[in-house]
């Protein structure tokens, strides 16, 4: 089928190439987020891993459209490279002419860039593509530029991201590409959508491409069956939606035009699963401000999380206005339920009034004059909540282990057992 009998102006999927649009998904906005928090660290490497097609290429050109002008990035891939290319290479994507007959030179050259740029708080970035392809000279020369300091400072000169298709543990770990002494910042492993993720990813790249109903040329049960031939990795979704595309008929397009190619597996497992039980993925984190300052950060590692005035309080926050126990935050898998318990005041999420939310990332909670921003880059979005986990019994019970666990103190701000208890279907409406 052809583009325009398709309803569209361009090709959705491209499989080369700058991508039409980027959709979001959450492990794509986590790795997002991975890339941003390198490039302001303050020393360290962070590892970008993931099989092919995972979309850390994609990920690598979004990063780059967010860099200020003023900060310079350069992309090289590792594979084959000696260390006169390396650094050429890195030389003219930093805008220099090179005129150097030395790797002596070449090296000087690049440290004096990077000192100087990182005195002025702009430290460049270097990623490395298909890093755990470099040869040991090549290597030691990117080891060196990431062990470089800024001038008068324990900071690092460059800032440094090693990405591969693999896990690339076993390669900073070796002795004999000097990386052992440095510090991991991130370690992260590129995931595979959700079949919900999926649905977005497909819908909004036709919209983009100027379908105005992508649910009838991909219908939501063909979607599902595209996320399962894929399953869940972005570069091969583009290319069997775009081959159902080419071998439909007619529309909507039926499961017939869907192939099943062969399928990577994720960095994390086989021969990553050590690693990522070293390295578990970073649990959400609260950043309590009020009067306009950060007053503290709170890793939500607990399933149930209290917060309120009392100090027997998971985040205790002395305010007159806050109850003793203000609200309560239960982790359903990716999911983080955010429930008031009856407080005097209430409890607003993005300034509106409510008695539970399922949270997003960058949520804002307002209890009183505090405000609490909820950082969880994997909630992309407001799921539906259906699990057994998050029915009205589950809650009862859980409000009933609150009880039980501060029954020393006085609970009478605890709802009572049939207030203010969200229900099932008002999740539905929220999510």
Request: charged letters at 20%.
């Amino acid at each position: 089928m052809d583009l325009a009998s398709a309803g569209l102006k361009q090709q959705a999927f491209r499989t080369h190439g700058k991508p039409l649009c980027t959709v979001s998904y959450a492990s794509h906005a986590a790795g997002l987020q991975v890339l941003e928090d390198a490039s302001t660290a303050a020393i360290g490497i962070s590892l970008l891993q993931g099989p092919s097609l995972s979309g850390k290429t994609t990920l690598i050109r979004e990063f780059i459209s967010r860099v200020p002008e003023d900060c310079s990035v350069a992309v090289i891939d590792g594979a084959g490279l000696n260390t006169t290319t390396l650094l050429e290479t890195l030389l003219r994507q930093f805008g220099y002419s090179v005129d150097f007959n030395s790797t002596t030179e070449l090296f000087a050259m690049l440290r004096v860039f990077a000192t100087q740029q990182a005195s002025s708080h702009r430290a460049p970035v270097i990623i490395v593509e298909n890093a755990h392809a470099l040869n040991p000279s090549s290597a030691l020369i990117i080891r060196e530029l990431a062990a470089l300091k800024a001038r008068q400072s324990t900071a690092s000169a460059i800032k440094m991201v090693l990405a591969s298709d693999r896990s690339l543990r076993p390669f900073i770990e070796c002795p004999d590409y000097g990386f052992a002494d440095l510090r991991v910042n991130a370690d992260f492993h590129l995931r595979p959508m959700s079949m919900e993720d999926a649905s977005r990813y497909l819908h909004g790249k036709l919209r983009a491409a100027g379908s105005e109903k992508p649910q009838y040329i991909f219908p939501l049960s063909v979607c599902d069956e595209l996320w399962r031939a894929s399953a869940g990795w972005p570069g091969i979704l583009d290319r069997v939606a775009l081959l159902a595309l080419a071998k439909a008929e007619q529309l909507p397009i039926s499961m017939a035009c869907i192939t099943r190619p062969a399928l990577p597996v994720g960095t994390w497992s086989a021969r990553a699963t050590d690693e990522l039980s070293r390295n578990p993925p970073e649990p959400p984190m609260l950043l309590l401000s009020g009067n306009g300052q950060l007053l503290q950060q709170v890793s939500l590692e607990k399933s149930r999380f209290l917060i309120g005035r009392s100090e027997h309080n998971d985040l205790c926050i002395d305010s007159r206005f806050i109850s003793r126990h203000h609200l309560l935050l239960v982790q359903n898998g990716a999911s983080t339920l955010m429930m008031d318990l009856n407080s005097s005041n209430g409890t607003s999420v993005n300034s509106r009034r409510v008695s539970n939310q399922v949270l997003m990332h960058d949520d804002i909670i307002t209890i009183g004059q505090h405000r609490i921003k909820f950082r969880d880059p994997y909630a992309m979005y407001r799921r539906n909540v259906e699990t057994p986990d998050f029915a009205d019994t589950a809650i009862m019970k859980t409000l009933e282990d609150m009880r039980a666990l501060l029954s020393g103190e006085n609970t009478e701000t605890f709802p009572a057992p049939s207030e203010n208890l969200p229900t099932l279907g008002e999740f539905k409406n929220q999510a």
